[in-house]
């Protein structure tokens, strides 16, 4: 059970006075609709009828279907929680991602209750806030397995935490929407942004655990183009001396045959080939108009 702030204790306060109920009653709701993330919840109190379920905007359930004054008293005093955690939220809820498809190897990445979170009703967890503080306050937030996701948009950072390690990385002009990460060991793990899905291998690494790496500039997704190998350019090389005559050029594609004949006339005058020889590569290149 999460242990209440000086702020939070001035609230449950509050709400015991104003709904005429009990502060452990107030407690109960209040932590029923954090764990709703602001906009619902699954409450289980005598002093609310037992079991029964709020949302906001939405249908009211308690255990008496017909206490039309009980769905009141329920609907008010989870209202005023829901406005008063909304005005106290440091971060966003978690489960803020959107969720993707992905085929049936994969599994959705699913964000639920108060982990990551953090209101200041609520003594700060140790383990809530794992980032590096220096990136500012995120704009989402989202868990799946043992891997947590912390999404910076506006320092275009991402962190993730997996095991003990708090890897950050380098978001670039993405702008993600959601997380799947593949199950098994070893999984990978990818996440959507306007460029479709792409593998979170592909952002560069800022730092790890707080140590610093290097950071080189991503690819362009609308961009990229698939790696090739490539032959390095062999430098060209000048000479004076005479060619061998049994080697007479030839044209390369896309180059003019008049241009080449003409050059083939240069080399008959200067004596470098024989007259028999430019006339056979003269009919040669001209059988090719």
């Known amino acids: 059970m999460p242990t209440l702030s000086d702020a939070g204790i001035q609230l449950i306060q509050n709400l015991s006075r104003q709904h005429g109920v009990s502060t452990d009653a107030a407690t109960h709701m209040l932590i029923a609709v954090q764990n709703g993330n602001g906009s619902m919840a699954q409450f289980n109190h005598p002093e609310f009828g037992g079991c029964g379920q709020w949302m906001r905007g939405g249908m009211t359930m308690v255990s008496d279907l017909f206490n039309n004054h009980l769905k009141y008293r329920v609907d008010s005093i989870c209202s005023d929680i829901s406005n008063a955690l909304a ?3 440091l971060t966003p809820f978690s489960g803020s991602f959107q969720s993707q498809s992905q085929n049936g190897s994969n599994s959705q990445m699913q964000a639920g209750g108060t982990m990551g979170s953090s209101n200041s009703l609520f003594v700060p967890d140790p383990e809530a806030n794992w980032w590096p503080q220096d990136i500012g306050t995120p704009n989402a937030l989202g868990s799946q397995n043992n891997v947590r996701y912390a999404y910076f948009a506006n ?3 991402l962190a993730v935490k997996t095991g ?3 890897w950050v ?3 670039g002009d993405h702008q993600i929407a959601g997380f799947s990460q593949q199950q098994g060991i070893g999984g990978s793990i990818t996440f959507t942004s306007q460029y479709g899905v792409v593998s979170l291998a592909t952002l ?3 730092s790890r655990n707080g140590v610093a790496s290097p950071v080189t500039p991503p690819p362009d997704p609308a961009t990229e183009i698939p790696a090739t190998n490539f032959m390095p350019e062999q430098p060209q090389q000048c000479t004076t001396s005479k060619p061998n005559s049994g080697q007479i050029p030839t044209p390369a594609d896309g180059h003019s045959i008049i241009e080449t ?3 083939l006339g240069g080399l008959r005058d200067k004596g470098y080939i024989s007259e028999e ?3 056979t590569k003269k009919a040669e290149l001209l059988s090719r108009l």
Do not use: A, C, W
Request: glycine share 4%; charged share 35%; aromatic share 10%.
């Open 87 to 89: 005005n106290n939220q």
């Open 155 to 157: 320092s275009r950072r």
């Open 164 to 166: 003990g390690d708090v």
């Open 169 to 171: 990385y380098d978001t």
């Open 204 to 206: 560069p690494v800022v």
């Open 261 to 263: 004949l003409e050059k």
């Open 277 to 279: 020889e430019f006339v």
